[in-house]
């Protein structure tokens, strides 16, 4: 057929169709068979291809209200001007396929094959969606219970929010400046960057690093796969468990673990805190800003080496419990915490670091203090008993137990300063007992 003047009428065809010229001013097309589109078609409304399409001849522009492949397509390159029903896959090799209308998946798990797929209307589908080439989301992709994979690099042209069983990216996210919201899980195996932020409801396997300009919240159970991962942002939110793979990670803004965090090697958070679940790591946590143990009545517990560059401080009613060695990054205070436990030595990064604990419980250091690099000064105010080791102080006054009622004082060690007499060492308590003399220039 060389080409086709509808004059505003309808045209079915029973059996096949070759087209070699433009099809124009038809009310509606049907083609119960095959279809060989070698030009563009324009219909006022609907266009039907019962029968498998072959997009040949170049670029095919197919124009009207609805276009349906009720057994698929494959080709060249492929433009929908109209809402698109598929109800088969569309193949179009290395060519591009551009949906400016609605994608309605019918009938089972599509696989749209191209250079790159361009959705510029919303897509919606029952079933599982496969990207195989790049995509460009310009809407909303919802697949209900489906999978959606996406096999090359993902691009958002707008705020998007992806709807399925699990959402996998499997190369680089491009955001654009743009939020993403995952109602569902997130497989991520290429690295998410320019991001506004990202919100997963369900659970992450996090195989890249993700960069947002504000928030990540990861509700479900999280993993980190395929090596170290960085996820940078304003606060990055852990809302269920994570498990860091035998990985370290880098959180680069602020933290908020819901979940207990385990197999990670090291821990590292340049900007707050927030701690309302355990945490281990094989190696060292690194609390670059101030950290706040959250969760009401618990004892948090850290285990690895960890090193405090601020403040530690509880709710009130919480207790933290360090099973390591603890570095001090700068003059650090304890506050607010029922308890403390620091289950290994104490040192400063260097010497001279003051090491403040304002306690209302009980307060048990099993280690050294100061024994690799002297602290400045030795503060503690806890109203029940106090355990501690050996103590080195360079020149400041240790003050242990100044509270109403008096603790119990237990000194398991050698209590030392090292600077002047003014250094002196003020011991008030209900019972106290040193198990070697002091070393210090006054004591009282």
Do not use: C
Request: proline share 1%.
């Amino acid at each position: 057929m060389a080409g086709v003047a509808g004059g505003t009428n309808d045209l079915t065809i029973t059996g096949n169709l070759d087209l070699d010229g433009a099809a124009t001013g038809l009310g509606f097309l049907s083609v119960s068979g095959t279809s060989n589109l070698g030009a563009n078609v324009t219909t006022a409304t609907t266009q039907t291809y019962t029968g498998a399409v072959t997009l040949s001849g170049g670029v095919r522009t197919l124009t009207g209200t609805t276009v349906t492949f009720s057994a698929g397509a494959t080709g060249t390159a492929l433009v929908m001007d109209a809402a698109a029903v598929l109800n088969g896959d569309v193949n179009t090799g290395v060519n591009n396929q551009t949906y400016n209308g609605t994608v309605s998946l019918t009938g089972g798990a599509r696989t749209l094959t191209a250079g790159t797929v361009t959705f510029n209307g919303a897509v919606t589908g029952t079933a599982a969606l496969t990207v195989s080439g790049a995509v460009a989301l310009n809407a909303n992709v919802n697949t209900g219970a489906g999978n959606q994979t996406y096999t090359g690099a993902a691009t958002l042209g707008g705020t998007r929010t992806l709807t399925g069983g699990t959402i996998n990216f499997g190369s680089t996210l491009a955001g654009g400046g743009f939020d993403l919201t995952i109602t569902g899980n997130l497989d991520l195996d290429g690295a998410a960057t320019g991001l506004g932020f990202l919100s997963v409801s369900g659970t992450s396997n996090l195989g890249a690093n993700v960069t947002t300009a504000t928030t990540q919240t990861y509700t479900g159970a999280t993993t980190l796969s395929g090596g170290n991962r960085t996820l940078a942002g304003t606060t990055i939110n852990f809302g269920s468990t994570l498990d860091g793979g035998a990985a370290a990670l880098t959180v680069t803004g602020n933290l908020d673990l819901d979940g207990a965090a385990t197999n990670l090697t090291t821990l590292s958070v340049s900007g707050t805190s927030n701690l309302g679940a355990n945490v281990t790591t094989s190696g060292t946590q690194t609390y670059t800003g101030a950290v706040t143990v959250s969760g009401g009545a618990v004892t948090r517990t850290l285990t690895g080496a960890v090193r405090f560059n601020a403040g530690v401080t509880g709710g009130g009613t919480e207790s933290l419990t360090v099973v390591g060695n603890t570095t001090l990054g700068a003059n650090v205070l304890f506050s607010n915490l029922v308890g403390l436990t620091l289950d290994g030595t104490v040192d400063g990064d260097i010497a001279g670091r003051t090491l403040t604990i304002d306690i209302s419980g009980t307060l048990n250091l099993t280690g050294a203090v100061g024994g690799t690099q002297n602290l400045g000064a030795f503060t503690v105010e806890a109203a029940n008993q106090v355990d501690l080791q050996a103590i080195t102080v360079a020149g400041g006054a240790i003050i242990v137990g100044n509270t109403t009622p008096v603790p119990t004082i237990n000194v398991n060690g050698v209590l030392t300063t090292t600077g002047a007499a003014t250094g002196a060492l003020l011991l008030s308590g209900g019972g106290i007992t040193i198990s070697a003399a002091p070393v210090v220039g006054a004591t009282n």
